[in-house]
């Protein structure tokens, strides 16, 4: 009778525990919570195997307590080093609460441990086998399901979280490809050309240069800072924002780069901004007028070879609620002048011994092809910055606006 007995509790113990994984199985398959997948996984040890002490750690960059029941409250840190877990018991301290562990289970996919459960091993009494011990191989098979199951959720989530980052991210490369100019303007009056490479899919560099009516063009080239789709979302909010100034309201160049600060602290709340070369140029008069707000300052040169950097303006914009100060350039240009306005991307570009391609590169190689077309000069300055980098990346955005006032 007694050997009955012991089979008839064996075959009630196996009966149980086909159903606690049918249970958990079932709840993965009905996309329940984590949370809930939690509380159905303890109420299996809590309940049904008398495991009083548990903490299960998982791997998210740290070892991360992922389940916690009868300990003391405050004792789940976030471990870093797996070194922790290789310790024959472990003892975690709160304040003056102890709590220890005798057993400590390794959960691995694919030969590597993905978490670590902790037990309290304790027994029902001298005589009896603990419920640890006793349950060892089954505890490990449930919770080998249970974490591989919430893996695999988070990694579907990664995933969409991904495609919807992918999503913005073509979403922004569209918006920028329509804010870039399709077409530079071919007249007599002037010679544009223009080079433009994101170092990643989206960008946050933006050149213009637009015709404000038969005299008057107004040109640009702007940095915000940060990349990505945030960078760019603030770029096409500042270039709809620029253009409108210039076509439909106008005013002087004072005037607008205090506005574009204010719409640029509205739009950013003081967690980015914006360099920015701005300038006009009238052909009748052969005026400049320009403000740099902080930007890398423009290469003017003359046909004579003499070369000078537009430096007069003010800070960035987005920087302070107020700029406290603003300067305007004003030059004639003599004809045949060349401006070269171009973003950092340039000229901090780096070679493999981390020097910088620079400023006095760049005036060479202008000077060197002062009388070649621009789109010719751009080339040049592309390919010389090719050569210097060698095989190393490039590490922001390029852009490159030149203009020969003819």
Not at 117 to 146: A, C
Request: glycine share 6%; proline share 3%; charged share 25%.
């Amino acid at each position: 009778m007694a050997g009955i007995g012991r089979l008839t509790e064996k075959l009630k113990q196996r009966d149980f525990k086909l159903n606690a994984l049918l249970e958990i199985t079932k709840a993965i398959n009905e996309n329940l919570s984590v949370d809930e997948l939690l509380a159905e996984y303890e109420r299996v040890l809590r309940e049904e195997l008398s495991i009083e002490k548990l903490m299960l750690y998982t791997e998210e960059g740290h070892w991360k307590c992922l389940l916690a029941y009868g300990i003391s409250e405050g004792i789940a840190p976030q471990i870093q080093e797996e070194s922790f877990f290789k310790q024959k018991s472990i003892s975690l301290v709160s304040g003056k609460e102890t709590e220890s562990f005798d057993i400590i289970i390794p959960i691995y996919q694919d030969e590597k441990p993905i978490a670590y459960l902790l037990l309290g091993d304790v027994g029902e009494n001298e005589l009896r086998m603990s419920p640890v011990i006793k349950h060892m191989r089954f505890i490990e098979t449930l919770t080998n399901v249970l974490v591989v199951a919430i893996q695999n959720r988070n990694l579907v989530q990664e995933k969409m979280r991904q495609e919807l980052v992918k999503k913005e991210l073509e979403l922004a490369a569209e918006m920028q490809a329509i804010l870039l100019p399709h077409t530079l303007p071919k007249t007599g009056d002037f010679e544009v050309s223009a080079v433009y490479k994101a170092h990643q899919q989206v960008g946050g560099d933006y050149y213009d240069f637009v015709q404000l009516n038969n005299d008057e063009v107004m040109f640009c080239m702007a940095d915000v800072s940060g990349k990505g789709v945030s960078a760019a979302f603030l770029m096409s909010n500042f270039q709809a924002y620029l253009r409108s100034i210039f076509l439909y309201r106008k005013g002087e160049l004072k005037e607008i780069v205090t506005e574009l600060n204010d719409r640029v602290m509205h739009s950013a709340m003081g967690e980015k901004y914006i360099t920015l070369f701005l300038g006009t140029y009238n052909k009748s008069t052969r005026k400049l007028q320009y403000i740099n707000c902080g930007h890398n300052p423009p290469i003017l040169a003359d046909d004579n070879g003499y070369t000078q950097l537009l430096k007069l303006g003010s800070i960035g914009l987005g920087m302070f609620e107020e700029i406290p100060k603003i300067a305007v350039g004003e030059l004639t240009l003599p004809p045949a002048s060349l401006l070269v306005c171009y973003t950092d991307g340039l000229v901090e570009t780096e070679n493999d011994v981390a020097q910088e391609f620079g400023t006095e590169q760049l005036e060479k190689i202008i000077l060197s092809n002062i009388h070649a077309p621009v789109g010719t000069i751009n080339t040049k300055i592309v390919d010389a910055l090719n050569l210097f980098k060698g095989s190393m990346p490039f590490t922001d955005d390029l852009a490159i606006l030149s203009c020969r006032f003819i």
